[in-house]
C-alpha cells in the first residue's frame, strides 16, 4: 500500500530556496550530476509555447504586479506524479516550476513497490534507487491457508520514497524544470499561486500535492473520495531473517475488513503495514501487532512507524476544470483493492502531459480531456479492484480459493507486468476463474460498475 496523505506531518519553512542558486548536495553526490538548473539557464530562456510567449525571461530580477513571475506550467508537489508530469512536459520544451513544500530527501509512508505496469509509464529508468527486485508472490487467509507463486520474470522492485522521490525530482530538473523546495504554498487562484510573498502564474496548473492538497483544497477539484487507511513501519534484518523475504511480496488476506497485510523486502530491512477501511483506523496498531506476532517479528522492533489515509476516487470527482488538473493521490488515484497509487500517479503524469501541451499549443482551451483520458484508461483495473475489495470482504474463502487456481496466475502475471487493460481481457484457461471472481463481486453488489458505465463511450 502507498499513499501521501500522512495523518501527523507538520508544516514546513515558508523560505522559498531556487534550485539554482542553491545546488543539491545529495543529488550530485549521488548522480555525479552538476547543477542542472544551471545549464537549462544557460541553454534556454524562452518557452516555445504561444500562450506563454509573454511570459518573462528567466532570471529577471524586476517585474510589474508585485513581482509576478510567469511558467508555462507550474507543478505543486514534488512526488511520483508532480516529478514526472514536470519532466514529461519540461522535455517537451515548456518552462516548468516545481514547488514542493518539504526539502529533499523526505520520507512518505509507502510500502514502496514498484510493479513492471508502474515502471512502463516512466520515461527513463530507476535503476540507482531499486533495493530489491520481487519474482515471487506467498499469500495466505487469516495465517492460515497459503499459496505460493513464482514468475519467470520480475513482478516488481522495492525502493524507498525518501530515494525515490529524491531521483525523480532531480530527473525532472535535470530536463529543465525549476525546482523549489521548502515551497509552501499558501492561496491558489485560478493559474496562480502565492508561496510567501510572492506570486506565480502559469498557463496551467497541476496538483500534485497529495490528498489533503491546497490546490484541490482551494479550487473545489477532487473532493469526492472514499478512504482507507493503513500503518506501517520498518524492520531491521538485524530483527529478522533477510533469507525468508528475499524476492518475495508476502500478502496477509482476511486479516484487517477492506484489506491486508504485507511484509515486504527493502535494502536492509523489510516493511510491514497493514491497511483496509478507513473506519479501521483504531484497530490498526493491534493488527499490526498481530501481523508481527504470526512473522516471529517483536512488535518493539518496528521502527519509523505511521499511518495515513488511502484517497480513492469516487466516479464524480472531478479531476480537471479549465487550466487546472489533479494528478496522483491529489486526485484519489489509489487503487482500491491493492492501495497502490504508483502506477496510477505515472500514468496521470503522462496522460495530464498530453492535455497540458494541447492547451499550451493553442488546441484545447482547457486540461478536460485529461479526466476523459484517464477515466477510460482507469476503468478496467478500478472497477475489477472495487469488486474484489468488497468480495474478499463477503466471501474470503471463496475468493482466496478461487484466487489459488493455476489457470489465474498468468492473468496476474499479465496484469502486473500492465500487458492487460483489466481481467475482462483474459483469455484461455485465465477466463474461467476471472468470470467466477466476477461472479463474487456481483453477488457482493459490484461497486465497480459506476466505474465501468462512466467510461463508457458517450
Known amino acids: 500500500m502507498c499513499g501521501r496523505g500522512s495523518l501527523w506531518l507538520d508544516g514546513v519553512s515558508l523560505e522559498v530556496v531556487m534550485a539554482s542558486a542553491q545546488p543539491k548536495p545529495d543529488f550530485e553526490r549521488r548522480w555525479g550530476r552538476e547543477d542542472s538548473n544551471l545549464r537549462r539557464l544557460s ?51 515548456a518552462r516548468v516550476l516545481v514547488l514542493e513544500r518539504a526539502r529533499f530527501p523526505r520520507d512518505k509512508p509507502c510500502g514502496g513497490g514498484l510493479t513492471e505496469r ?26 492460515g491457508a497459503r499459496f505460493e507463486r513464482r514468475s519467470g520474470s520480475r513482478l516488481a522492485v522495492m525502493t524507498q520514497r525518501r530515494r525515490l522521490d529524491a531521483y525523480l525530482a532531480e530527473q525532472a530538473v535535470a530536463a529543465g524544470a525549476e525546482l523549489r523546495e521548502g515551497a509552501r504554498v499558501t492561496a491558489v487562484e485560478g493559474t496562480t499561486v502565492r508561496v510567501g510573498g510572492e506570486t506565480l502564474t502559469g498557463e496551467v496548473l497541476i496538483g500534485a500535492d497529495g490528498v489533503n492538497g491546497v490546490v484541490g483544497r482551494s479550487l473545489d477539484l477532487g473532493r469526492d473520495h472514499q478512504h482507507g487507511v493503513a500503518l506501517e513501519g520498518n524492520v531491521s534484518y538485524a530483527d529478522v531473517d533477510a533469507r525468508r523475504y528475499a524476492r518475495r511480496l508476502v500478502l496477509e ?18 516493511n510491514v503495514g497493514v491497511g483496509g477501511w478507513e473506519r479501521e483506523g483504531p484497530t490498526l496498531r493491534a493488527k499490526l501487532a498481530e501481523l508481527c506476532g504470526e512473522h516471529g ?53 503522462k496522460l495530464v502531459t498530453d492535455a497540458a501541451l494541447a492547451v499550451l499549443e493553442g488546441s484545447e482551451a ?32 471463496l475468493m482466496f480459493s478461487v484466487a489459488r487456481l493455476g489457470p489465474l496466475w498468468p492473468v496476474v502475471e499479465k496484469l502486473v507486468a500492465g500487458e492487460l487493460r483489466g481481467p475482462s481481457d483474459a483469455r484461455g484457461l485465465g477466463r474461467a476463474p476471472v468470470r467466477l471472481l466476477a461472479a463474487l463481486a456481483h453477488r457482493a453488489g459490484d461497486p465497480g460498475r459506476p466505474y465501468r458505465t462512466q467510461a463508457l463511450p458517450s
Open 43 to 93: 541553454r534556454r530562456v524562452y518557452s516555445p509555447f504561444p500562450l506563454a510567449a509573454r511570459a518573462h525571461p528567466q532570471g529577471a530580477a524586476n517585474c510589474s504586479l508585485g513581482c509576478l513571475e510567469r511558467f508555462d506550467a507550474i507543478v505543486v508537489g514534488a512526488g511520483p506524479a508532480g516529478s514526472t508530469t514536470a519532466y514529461r512536459l519540461a522535455r517537451a520544451s
Open 118 to 143: 508502474a515502471l512502463r509509464q516512466l520515461p527513463f529508468p530507476v535503476d540507482p534507487v531499486v533495493e530489491e527486485t520481487v519474482d515471487t508472490l506467498e499469500a495466505r487467509l487469516r495465517y
Open 253 to 270: 488476506f482476511g486479516v484487517v475488513p477492506g484489506g491486508y497485510g504485507w511484509v515486504f523486502p527493502k535494502g536492509d530491512h523489510v
Open 297 to 349: 517479528i517483536d512488535p518493539d522492533s518496528v521502527t519509523d512507524l505511521r499511518g495515513y489515509r488511502l484517497p480513492m476516487r469516487r466516479p464524480s470527482a472531478v479531476l480537471a476544470r479549465g487550466r487546472v488538473a489533479l494528478v496522483g493521490d491529489a486526485a484519489g488515484l489509489v487503487e482500491p483493492l491493492t492501495g497502490d497509487g504508483i502506477y496510477e500517479a505515472f500514468l496521470s503524469a
Open 366 to 397: 482547457g486540461l478536460e480531456p485529461y479526466t476523459a483520458a484517464l477515466t477510460r484508461t482507469l476503468a478496467p483495473l478500478v472497477s475489477a479492484g472495487w469488486g474484489a475489495k468488497v468480495a474478499l470482504d463477503r466471501f474470503p474463502t
